[in-house]
């Protein structure tokens, strides 16, 4: 009789400690990328949604993506919180300098052990958590990690048309359907524009602004199908993209950049090589050629970077990743690196220093738990992570991002702020364990449980032997 309440005061600290692994808000959460959208490109366009968005919410005047600016690796930056030479995503093409398979970026997406090297997507760690997630298009949503896939998906098909109107308007539908009808609590929903439009034709030209345009129309969608379903005080929406977009400079304007037409620099020299994909340029040289490769292309043309990869300038942090092979090019601002010849065709493209202007991008926010009509300075792409977490209720994964950066946007709810349990990932994935928190959370929660019980079990016969005792002596 004594042990039931002496159970309950030992289990206490226990089930007190528990609450830290379940959800702490009941707030839904959308991810909206519009894949390529410069920071400024609401300045040569009229965008009425987007200005009532940012009175009702908040926004960064831009935000810097990570280096290299392309597609996946930006968007698994803003999935995991970490820069890409600690996530492993290190290009939208999926490779192997062993065999030489390369592969493009569609089929790339379904490749799970190029996403999967060590780092959780924020789908796979909510689910974890209790949570129910989904994937419309978004990249990294259709590969499977540690074993477990993002609840919910939408995949593209290999020849996907991304400007199609009337499909947005039914991806909108589908996933206010998600909220509603499966009551999935996050969502991250990818628009392949204005990003094809910007590479065909140019980031000044009016087919891009039309497609502006057309960003606009979608993000007024969302907002009224939004109120439509009655989520407008539950669902935090995000919207934001990868990188901008720049001009190709072309000859006979400037002298591109071809290795192939750079003295002393030889393809025979060269083992395997991922060019034509933008101004960036990855080469594994044939043994013992790594210098005389480095040597020839570092003076080869005055708008080429050549490095060896752990000598990139730090702040681009993309070295410390086996993946990356030894030597690592990119071009100026606006110059693209062709290989062998000429193959690359786009008036506008992205992959250049994350530092530049033109590959800056957006993020702008507005929800039950965001500030209104506030403005605030730029931020890193890295950051967005811990903010979904924090916005999810979730305990985030190890990451380089801090909520500090972003907690400013935040309404006072009045709601204490979630421990934050964040610590900075390793350098080498492999090396990274993401789930080191949970993993010692769990063993504390076992172990407390353990010794509860035995500490029960001892006390219990402590007190029955007290009793007995007690008896025999007044038999006695
Ligand atoms: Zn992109």
């Known amino acids: 009789?004594?042990?039931?309440?002496?159970?309950?005061?030992?289990?206490?600290?226990?089930?007190?400690?528990?609450?830290l692994q379940q959800r702490r808000n009941t707030t839904k959460l959308l991810l909206v990328s519009f894949d390529g959208f410069r920071w400024n490109y609401d300045q040569d366009v009229e965008m009425p949604n987007m200005n009532a968005m940012a009175k009702d919410g908040v926004r960064a005047r831009y935000l810097t993506p990570p280096f290299i600016?392309?597609?996946?690796?930006?968007?698994?930056t803003l999935l995991t919180g970490k820069y890409i030479e600690n996530h492993g995503v290190i290009h939208n093409m999926y490779f192997n300098t062993t065999n030489g398979v390369k592969l493009p970026y569609y089929p790339t997406q379904g490749i799970s052990k190029w996403w999967d090297n060590g780092s959780l997507p924020i789908w796979i760690t909510a689910q974890r958590q209790g949570l129910k997630t989904g994937s419309l298009f978004f990249p990294g949503g259709n590969a499977t990690y540690q074993g477990e896939q993002v609840?919910?998906?939408?995949?593209?098909?290999?020849?996907?048309?991304?400007?199609?109107?009337?499909?947005?308007?039914?991806?909108?539908?589908?996933?206010?359907?998600?909220?509603?009808?499966?009551?999935l609590d996050f969502v991250a929903l990818y628009f392949g524009e204005p990003d094809s439009t910007g590479h065909k034709y140019g980031p000044e030209s009016e087919e891009r602004k039309a497609m502006v345009r057309q960003v606009d129309w979608a993000i007024g969608h969302i907002r009224s199908r939004i109120e439509h379903y009655g989520l407008k005080s539950k669902l935090n929406m995000i919207i934001t993209a990868d990188h901008g977009m720049s001009?190709?400079?072309?000859?006979?304007?400037?002298?591109?950049?071809?290795?192939?037409?750079?003295?002393?620099?030889s393809f025979t020299d060269i083992q395997f090589d991922l060019l034509d994909y933008g101004p960036t340029g990855l080469l594994l040289p044939k043994e013992g050629k790594l210098e005389q490769v480095y040597k020839a292309l570092k003076n080869g043309h005055p708008h080429l970077n050549v490095y060896k990869k752990e000598e990139l300038?730090?702040?681009?942090?993309?070295s410390k990743n086996l993946r990356i092979p030894p030597l690592v090019l990119y071009g100026d601002l606006g110059y693209v690196v062709h290989g062998r010849i000429k193959v690359q065709n786009n008036k506008g493209e992205h992959g250049f220093d994350n530092e530049a202007m033109d590959m800056k991008t957006i993020f702008r926010a507005v929800g039950p738990s965001f500030k209104q009509n506030l403005m605030v300075e730029p931020?890193?792409?890295v950051n967005v992570y811990a903010l979904m977490c924090e916005l999810l209720g979730i305990t985030p994964e190890a990451h380089d991002g801090s909520l500090e950066v972003t907690r400013n946007l935040l309404a006072d709810t009045g709601v204490t702020p979630a421990p934050s349990l964040s610590a900075p990932s390793q350098s080498a994935p492999s090396q990274s364990a993401p789930s080191q928190s949970q993993v010692a959370f769990i063993v504390a929660v076992a172990l407390a449980s353990v010794t509860g019980v035995l500490l029960i079990i001892f006390l219990g016969a402590l007190?029955?032997?007290?009793?007995?005792?007690?008896?025999?002596?007044?038999?006695?």
């Open 1 to 19: 009789m004594l042990v039931t309440p002496l159970l309950m005061v030992l289990l206490l600290p226990v089930a007190s400690s528990v609450p």
């Open 69 to 76: 600016t392309i597609t996946s690796p930006i968007h698994f």
């Open 151 to 183: 609840n919910v998906k939408k995949v593209e098909s290999g020849l996907h048309k991304w400007d199609n109107k009337t499909e947005w308007a039914q991806n909108i539908e589908t996933v206010m359907l998600w909220f509603t009808e499966q009551d």
């Open 247 to 265: 001009t190709v400079l072309k000859e006979p304007t400037v002298k591109e950049i071809v290795l192939s037409r750079i003295a002393n620099f």
């Open 313 to 318: 300038p730090e702040r681009f942090h993309y």
């Open 379 to 381: 931020f890193e792409s």
């Open 463 to 476: 007190i029955s032997t007290a009793i007995s005792r007690r008896r025999q002596g007044q038999e006695v």
